[in-house]
């Protein structure tokens, strides 16, 4: 069972698609935005979840006082779902039904969710992250989810890993844009 953890939604319970998705565990997500809300991210957030699933990790950051959300998911099933749990939670955020390499916004983004299935190329990988250089805040924060077992990622110039944590067989990368020394 899927439910908020924090804010204004918390203790609703998220329905999750019953296949195709791997939802975050409710621990890893309390991390997750333990080490997000400690570094000031989330509050005021411009928020795009990629591969939204249910679309629990954006809801989580807009019960926590996240401006907005974008979630870009490739299931019509699925982003029926998001949008059920947005009325749910009360929350009003764009739903796109598309593939996430292919999703590119003039809409600039503080806080970016990567959760793709784990056997999801590297070139899309790659195709993403170019992508999101031209989308993301100076200051954003990127997190991206894949199997511990994975190769770390290979990042574009402009872009690094700031930090990376594991829970039990998945990796969290926290990657920011570089900050340039004036």
Known sequence: M???IAGTAKGRVL????TGTRPTSSKMREALFSKLESWG????????????GSGALAIEALSRGAASASLVE??????????DNL???GMN??????????FTSDEVFDLVFLDPPYDWPESQWQLVFDHLLGMVSPDAVIVAERS??????ELPDGLEIEQSRTFGDSAL???APVRSET
Not at 41 to 52: C, K
Not at 93 to 102: E, G
């Open 74 to 83: 490739i299931s019509r099933q699925s982003a029926r779902i998001v949008k």
């Open 41 to 52: 991210v989330v509050q005021g957030a411009r928020v795009l979840d990629l591969f939204a």
């Open 2 to 4: 899927t439910r908020v």
């Open 173 to 175: 990368y926290f990657i």
């Open 15 to 18: 329905k999750v698609p019953k």
């Open 93 to 102: 955020a764009r739903v796109s039904v598309m593939d996430a390499a292919k």
């Open 148 to 153: 511990r077992r994975s190769e770390v990622l």
């Open 87 to 89: 009325q749910l939670c």
